[in-house]
């Protein structure tokens, strides 16, 4: 079975602080995938990034950055001087193809708050 | 182009009645899902549909819940004597193909509310 543990339930920054969010993850499989989602207030889950489990290359993209270590399991979001409009819940997933097809395992949730 | 619509958006039911949610997937999608979100179980998943292939249906918690897809397109989720547990958000999602690497889009959701 796989598992998805955000241990921050909420993060509080000041504008134009760097914030992490942190996220580990639990599986059998040998080849996964795993995402990054953010759900701003109005509801909608918006996809921000996606690595399989061969590529430890980190991504960054803009102000958000991504460092995946296999040998933490970890996956984590930095967020380069945060704005007010990064203000959101952030979601970290796993996929599995071949025992569970493509099903999302989705982490807790990190509530993002950035006061201006 | 269009992204993923859900409706209703907003859904107050009584205890014991039925509902039916609606998905409408992104045109071309052959791979939908849906999940539910709510508080005490955070964000899971609830079955998928593939083409024509049988659908999974290992997520829906108890035999009250059902969803078929019509045509390859179109997913009605339908809950049966709804109880207060059953509510949450609903979310349906699509993809190109079932297959993670292909992201999967979500639509806004259906706010259930059994009262």
């Known amino acids: 079975a796989q598992k998805v543990t955000q241990a921050q339930t909420e993060i509080s920054v000041v504008e134009k602080e760097d914030v992490t969010l942190d996220c580990v993850y639990e599986?059998?499989?040998?080849?996964?995938?795993l995402f990054w989602y953010k759900q701003p207030p109005s509801g909608e889950l918006v996809f921000l990034i996606r690595r399989n489990s061969f590529d430890e290359q980190n991504e960054i993209s803009g102000r958000y950055s991504w460092n995946f270590q296999k040998s933490t399991s970890s996956f984590n979001f930095t967020i380069t001087a945060s704005q007010v409009v990064d203000s959101a819940v952030y979601f970290c997933?796993?996929?599995?193809?071949?025992?569970?097809?493509?099903?999302?395992?989705f982490g807790e949730g990190t509530q993002l708050t950035v006061n201006p | 182009g269009a992204g993923v619509s859900q409706s209703p958006s907003n859904k107050v039911t009584e205890k014991g009645k039925d509902v039916e949610l609606r998905c409408d997937p992104i045109?071309?999608?052959?791979?939908l899902y849906w999940y539910r979100q709510s508080l005490g179980q955070g964000l899971e998943f609830l079955i998928y549909f593939q083409g024509n292939s049988a659908p999974d249906k290992s997520g829906l918690p108890s035999d009250r819940f059902s969803a078929e897809r019509t045509g390859g397109s179109v997913s009605t989720l339908t809950i049966q004597r709804t109880q207060q547990e059953d509510s949450a958000v609903y979310l349906c999602?699509?993809?190109?193909?079932?297959?993670?690497?292909?992201?999967?889009?979500f639509g806004p959701g259906t706010r259930l509310t059994v009262t």
């Open positions: 999602a699509s993809s190109v193909i079932l297959a993670p690497t292909y992201e999967q889009y």
């Open positions: 997933a796993l996929s599995v193809l071949e025992t569970s097809g493509s099903r999302l395992t």
């Open positions: 599986t059998r499989d040998t080849t996964y995938y």
């Open positions: 045109s071309g999608h052959t791979a």
